[in-house]
Nanobody, 125 residues
């Protein structure tokens, strides 16, 4: 699966953005999909994940209640809806895909074998 993330930009604190990740390949609908982010000078961190059916989701505590991950398998696209953005959400956001079944370790980057190029989100205070 090849992934292309988009939708990043500059937004004021308290604002919203929707990221999209378009996938190519027939196996997208069988993949667990995730979003990760990397802020300047920091390590990449998990943000959210969604099962192949969309029936299960998992979020980092830092974004729970503010971000929503969703997917449209007919469009081969996964989304990250981000509300009430904070300056600490500023980062390069990556989408990732994993062929392994939904499991407790979906927050680990090690299970993902496909990565998009990243889209930059900047939140001003």
């Amino acid at each position: 699966v090849q992934l292309q993330a988009s939708g990043g930009g500059l937004v004021q604190a308290g604002g919203s953005l929707k990221l999209s990740c378009a996938a190519s390949g027939r196996t997208f609908s069988t993949y667990v999909m995730g979003w990760f982010r990397q802020a300047p000078g920091k390590e990449r961190e998990f943000v959210a994940a969604i099962s192949w059916s969309g029936g299960s989701t998992y979020y980092a505590d830092s974004v729970k209640g503010r971000f929503t991950i969703s997917r449209d398998n007919a469009k081969n696209t996964v989304y990250l809806h981000m509300n009430n953005l904070k300056p600490e959400d500023t980062a390069l956001y990556y989408c990732a895909g994993s062929p392994v079944p939904w499991q407790a370790g979906v927050f680990s980057s090690r299970i993902y074998n496909s990565w998009g190029q990243g889209t930059l989100v900047t939140v001003s205070s």
